[in-house]
């Protein structure tokens, strides 16, 4: 292989061992996730998207062995230059992505450690403050008599509390009710296929609306604000 074909092929195994560690800090919570890697700020992975990730990395490694027992030397060149204008021109500041994981050196560094239990909060000390005493004064006796307090000359009454009025229902708009208007349909299935490409989300409102008979691109962001979780869920059941 020339060296172009030499540069692609390292860099798709290092992306084939980080998934695969990605795939293995699935099992650990939060905590122990963040602790495992110095990571950049970014979302953490799904399995869905590692999964995702995975298969698309062997069936790029299969097309570049193909082209390269072919003879065909310009297929790394032109992978390289893609790469290159895709980090110089098209690559937006997001957030969701499979950061580069790296195995560490040595055997208790390279196995994460499961997370600590966490011990129960102390509860707060009792309360040792005296109450209040009772004004009382003697009558001489050995009685106490009890002195009421004075009354306020002029004192307000304190406020009636009512309850709080219940708030209006919302009114149900189209997108809320079971028949959904066709732009809303057709935004949410762009959406997922562009997913299922490998697009990122802040990616999709820009892409979507330079599509003939799409509405504008504030309009596209707000029917996939308002249906995300829609269509990430049909994105997930299909990878493909």
Known sequence: MGSAD?????????????????????????????RVQDWPRHQRPTRWIVDLARARCLELK??????????????????????????????????????????????????????????????????????????????????????PAPERQGSPAPPVRRPPTPAAAAPVTAASGPAREPAAATVIADAVRLLNWGREWPQLASLI??????????????ILRRHRAEIEAQAARKPD
């Open 209 to 222: 609306s330079r599509l003939a008979d799409r509405p504008s691109e504030p309009e596209v962001w707000t």
């Open 62 to 147: 299969r097309l570049l062995a193909e082209r390269a027992s072919r003879g065909d030397t310009g297929f790394a060149d032109a992978l390289e230059l893609m790469a290159f204008l895709t980090n110089l021109l098209g690559a937006e500041h997001v957030e969701r992505f499979i950061p580069l994981a790296v195995p560490r050196s040595g055997k208790a560094a390279a196995e994460p450690r499961p997370p600590q239990p966490v011990p129960p909060p102390e509860a707060p000390p009792a309360n040792t403050r005296p109450g209040p005493k009772s004004r009382s004064a003697s009558n001489g006796r050995g009685h106490a008599r009890v002195v």
């Open 6 to 34: 030499d540069r692609v092929a390292e860099l798709l195994d290092r992306w084939l061992a980080s998934i695969e560690l990605h795939a293995r800090y699935l099992d650990l919570d939060d905590a122990a996730y963040a």
